[in-house]
């Protein structure tokens, strides 16, 4: 069976019909929209399918087969044609209505034009026109990826815009081939994101080019939703964008039932928790029970129930990472308290906040006219000066004798025409004049939230440990073991210095000098030390008991 290839992941070169397309109107304003040949809602339009805009009526014909990225002007459409229905439609359908009322054995009077069979004219297919191409307005037209598709997708919950959602998958280390777990998918934002980021190949088709030389493991998104309707509506998005084979929705709650579907394990290496308590669900993302689980658990009839085996819904063979999203503070205490416990680490909080940058270039003076992106202020002290003196000179003029002055402007030619700007930009180019500036937003506009990462390593058995100790022999050194002539705990560097003092003590000797620092200047201070603390002690006795020191023998 042919599998139907997402727009997502398989956008082409060009528009398609019966396919979904994005169309920008400005900037986080845009709309999804899926391109149709024909109008099959009938909703009135003489030209087929039209999307309406405020910057004018896009016919879907004018649409398909475009490339992405084209600039399409608006057309015109006869919207008053809209709502008019071929002759004797609307008297069949009171009849079909009346009908069904029960009506229909009332006797009543026939109706002008009755008669002539209008009820019973049956139903034509609008002939469509093509369509005219209007003087003003514009769309561009882009292929639907997660971008485009998280500024335009209608908003049932907050969504994850995509700088967190592309900080997020890069911090849970999200490739082809990877599995993920989403609990609380909403909207579907972060869904179409993470698709996107594990795709590695439809599960049912083949290599294109051929066998493959290693097996692929396909990608796939394990997504959980409570509610019901956002589910259902999320499942439908799903089917028709072709992600179903790699987008696995399902309806619970995960705080209570866990993460396992149809009692199989996921498998995951990465975990996106988008929920009002995230700690409730963390015990049901581990490689072992609850401690306080038992094997048997007591029936109500008094017998004994065996408890079906635990499944974890994480991989076994390699590390796990986590992030959840939250709003309150209060929740990131909550949950960095829960994977301490239960054995997470490299735990770390992140907050995101995005800033846009506006570049443009910024031209100066005020005999260029009031154009789009100038400053009306003089671009120099002489163009200031000028127009200082003009001012002042019809200011006195006009007071000394009422007569007014003809301004400077006035034989020169409007710099607002048509001609003069396509002048000023076809041949000064004054696109490029000015000076190019950039400045930030004023305020963040996006919304932001408690990123939480955290790590569950590979659990480390005895088993494991015994077969690192037979591939790698680790060997221990103890004091009494220490070979004739190296120093037990040091490093290379200090065996290094030792080494080259060795040298240098050995060179001493043979010239017949004890060199400073040696081993044999060493112990030769220290007997001097101990024979001097011997004098002294000798004196000390001797003046408490009124002896010679020189008679006393230090061991009494």
Known sequence: MAHKMSPFLYPGSVATADALSIVHLKRDLQVPTILREHDEDDEGYSEGKVVNTRF???PHRTLIGLPWGSQVRASKVDTGSRGRRVKGQDKKRKREESEVDGHNNLPKLEEEGEADGDVSTPTTMREEKEAVAASSG???????????????LPHRTQVVYTPDYSYILHRLRARPGTSIIEAGAGSGSFTHASARAVYSGYPEIGEVNGPARKKRKPG???????HEQRHEKLQKEIQDHGLEGIVEITHRDVCEDGFLVDRASPNAEAVFLDLPAPWLALPHLSRSPPPNSMNETPASN??????????????????VYICTFSPCIEQVQRTVSTMRQLGWVDIEMVELSQKRFEIRRERIGIDNGAQRGLQSTPASVDEAVTRLLEVE???KLFHQDGSKVEGSNKGKENPNSREKIVESLVDKKIYKEGKLVHRTEPEVKTHTSYLVFAVLPVEWSDEDEAKARSQWEVLIRREDDNVEGEVVGMSRRQMKRAERQSKKDKAATSAGK????????????KVERSTSDIEAKKEEVAHTNDADPE??????
């Open 56 to 58: 004018g009526s896009f």
């Open 138 to 152: 514009f769309i561009h037209l882009l292929p639907p990826t997660p971008e485009n598709w998280t500024s335009s």
């Open 220 to 226: 796939k998104v394990w997504s959980f939703e409570f």
């Open 551 to 556: 008679s006393m023998d230090i061991n009494e």
């Open 302 to 319: 008094g017998s004994v129930e065996i408890a079906k085996p635990f499944i974890s819904p994480l991989s076994r063979t390699a590390p």
């Open 393 to 395: 000179g019809a200011f």
């Open 514 to 525: 004890i060199p400073e620092g040696s081993a044999a200047a060493s112990g030769k201070k």
